[in-house]
């Protein structure tokens, strides 16, 4: 599949290209999901809280972050207060999704961004940015992605440190490929790359800075005003 | 440990997780924005994507990592150069994996 037929534009039935799109992502997910459940398991959740955070909170480094803050003690609140400036990020992801989503009902929308994630952002943006806007394809990516990591989750916490590891496959690699797939294919002229330089170099520095936390979000800020800013300026 | 306990640090998970996600999608998906928003927000894609990539490509525990067993960056390198002159969203991702994986049989 070309980055091109991304956008839906050759005649692919909306959940053919949904499957496409989302089989890194879930290649991505079951490993890291697989780690979470055992580490979950390890921390002392039990087998349903396991599976629960995964369908409830929906969100990778969080609940890898949250199951070593359970098994060192830490207090509920410091553990929510957490979460929340990890996750913080997806703000920014779901405003940037909103301009293309104008015929879409409040509902379908609030069930759309449940599953906001780093990965389905990504593809999502991608899809759009193509002119793929098919409300199928993109709840089909969704759920998809949602039940693979679910499942790893169980499969992790049932089966713990006995899975084979899937280093030597490089299927820890699915999710960075991917990224580099929808960076180029959303970097359409030189100021994008110039964006995309900066906005590196900067969440670089924030995380040297010890800023692992906010990284992503500041860098995020910091590009697109960079971007929105340089576009201005030459435009005069 | 309490079992009551950690569900209901999920719920307070729920919320701060779900929210972010949700309302600026809700509130903003109706409305026309003005145009200085929507030309900053047109950066976010390339921006959020570099963010996170960058850094797990250069950084290895905040530090960086040029070695040559760094297979992630090296790998990048035929990656980009792959999606960039063919456009292959999979063609990308296997390439990247396939040479990950063999520069771990190879060289690990």
Same mark, same amino acid.
């Given at each position: 599949m070309t980055i091109d037929a991304v956008a839906g534009d050759h005649a692919e039935s909306p959940m053919i290209s949904a499957a496409r799109l989302v089989a890194p992502i879930v290649m ?11 580490? +979950? ?26 199951? +070593? %803050? ?20 997806? %703000?920014?992801m779901?405003?940037s999704l909103a301009p293309n989503l104008k015929s879409w009902?409040?509902?379908e929308l609030?069930l759309f961004s449940?599953q906001v994630t780093?990965e389905s952002f990504a593809v999502h943006s991608a899809r759009f940015a193509r002119g793929d806007r098919n409300k199928a394809t993109g709840f089909a990516i969704n759920y998809i992605a ?28 699915? %999710?960075?490929?991917m990224f580099i797939a929808l960076l180029v294919m959303q970097t359409k ?29 500041? +860098?995020?800020?910091?590009? +697109? ?12 | 440990? $309490? ?11 729920? #919320?701060?997780?779900?929210? =972010?996600?949700?309302? =600026?999608m809700?509130?903003?998906a ?5 145009? =200085? ?5 047109s950066?976010?894609p390339?921006?959020?994507l ?9 950084? $290895?525990?905040?530090?960086? $990592? ?9 790998? #990048?390198?035929? #990656?980009?150069?792959?999606a960039?002159?063919t456009r292959s969203f999979f063609g990308t991702v296997a ?5 990950? #994986? ?7």
């Amino acid at each position: 599949m070309t980055i091109d037929a991304v956008a839906g534009d050759h005649a692919e039935s909306p959940m053919i290209s949904a499957a496409r799109l989302v089989a890194p992502i879930v290649m991505g997910y079951l490993p890291v999901g697989v780690a979470y459940g055992v580490l +979950a398991q390890q921390a002392g959740l039990s087998m349903l809280n396991t599976v629960l955070m995964s369908v409830l909170v929906y969100a990778g480094s969080a609940q890898l972050i949250a199951v +070593a %803050l359970f098994a060192a003690g830490v207090s509920p609140w410091s553990i929510i207060a957490t979460t929340f400036v990890v996750n913080l990020r997806h %703000l920014l992801m779901s405003a940037s999704l909103a301009p293309n989503l104008k015929s879409w009902r409040k509902w379908e929308l609030a069930l759309f961004s449940y599953q906001v994630t780093d990965e389905s952002f990504a593809v999502h943006s991608a899809r759009f940015a193509r002119g793929d806007r098919n409300k199928a394809t993109g709840f089909a990516i969704n759920y998809i992605a949602q039940v693979s990591w679910v499942l790893a989750s169980f499969v992790g916490f049932v089966a713990g440190a006995s899975i084979p590891r899937v280093e030597p496959l490089g299927i820890d690699y699915a %999710l960075p490929a991917m990224f580099i797939a929808l960076l180029v294919m959303q970097t359409k002229n030189r100021l994008h790359v110039l964006v995309a330089g900066f906005t590196g170099l900067a969440a670089i520095c924030l995380i040297r800075a010890g800023a692992d936390q906010w990284s992503v979000i500041l +860098a995020t800020v910091m590009g +697109a005003t960079f971007g929105a800013g340089v576009e201005t300026w030459t435009k005069r | 440990m $309490d079992q009551t306990v950690v569900f209901l640090t999920f719920l307070g998970m729920l #919320a701060v997780t779900y929210v =972010p996600r949700m309302a =600026p999608m809700v509130a903003l998906a109706s409305k026309s924005l003005p145009e =200085p928003v929507v030309r900053w927000l047109s950066y976010v894609p390339v921006s959020v994507l570099s963010a996170m990539l960058f850094p797990s490509l250069l950084l $290895d525990d905040r530090e960086f $990592d040029f070695s040559p067993d760094n297979f992630f960056l090296w790998a #990048a390198v035929p #990656a980009f150069l792959l999606a960039w002159r063919t456009r292959s969203f999979f063609g990308t991702v296997a390439l990247g994996m396939a040479l990950v #994986a063999g520069g771990r049989y190879f060289f690990e």
